[in-house]
């Protein structure tokens, strides 16, 4: 019998590759292309390196989130993993995992786990991601997402604020340790993806 994982992959493959713009100008130019594929083993250890880049700059993860690469790898083993790369040099920009929401106690809720590489961002990945992560999780059958974000994470609390459909639904007082020692809460946002599957394939470009 398949292994979760090995499922999770096999059905993630008949969703990607494919080719899409990161953002459009105000006058509705596509702009930087870029290749969403399934994420490699490798890419998955990049991730990680990614989170802990953030997790020390205090964006958007816990510093004692993630204390050892296992611990990542064993807490997304049964997601769908998904690596945004630039369509040109293959450098891997961003990336977002859909696994099953911890918040739920069914198996029909997605919550994300998104990064954006931290010399990359304020380029409209994170938007992409969002789009993506809302996306794909219809395309899998999930009914629903849960996003969460730190408080102090503004830059992902607008980009949450500004799709249609999430709304917030609950706070934690304790949501993560920062570098400094302060604890800030997290913000839990839902949307409802059982009406409008069709709604976001305009993501992903023929």
């Not at 990161?22 to 990614?50: C, F, H, I, N, P």
């Not at 709304?167 to 949307?191: N, S, W």
Request: proline share 2%; net charge negative; charged share 25%.
């Amino acid at each position: 019998m398949l292994s979760k994982e090995v499922q999770a992959q096999r059905l993630l493959g008949t969703l990607v590759p494919f080719v899409t713009s990161a953002a459009a100008s105000k006058d509705g130019e596509r702009k930087r292309l870029v290749l969403v594929d399934a994420m490699t083993d490798a890419q998955v250890s990049e991730m990680y390196t990614m989170i802990c880049s953030a997790a020390a700059a205090g964006q958007g993860f816990g510093v004692d989130e993630y204390t050892k690469e296992e611990d990542f790898r064993r807490d997304i083993a049964d997601g769908y993993r998904f690596a945004i790369m630039d369509k040109n040099s293959g450098q891997l920009l961003a990336a977002f995992i859909l696994a099953v929401s911890k918040y739920s106690r069914g198996c029909h809720v997605a919550d994300p786990f998104i990064i954006v590489r931290d010399d990359q961002r304020g380029q409209g990945l994170g938007t992409l991601c969002l789009d993506l992560c809302v996306d794909m999780a219809a395309r899998l059958g999930f009914q629903g997402m849960y996003v969460d974000t730190f408080s102090n994470n503004r830059a992902m609390i607008r980009v949450i604020e500004s799709f249609p459909g999430f709304r917030q639904v609950g706070c934690l007082p304790m949501g993560g340790l920062m570098t400094d020692g302060q604890v800030v809460g997290t913000v839990i946002y839902y949307k409802d993806l059982r009406s409008d599957s069709q709604e976001w394939t305009s993501v992903v470009d023929s």
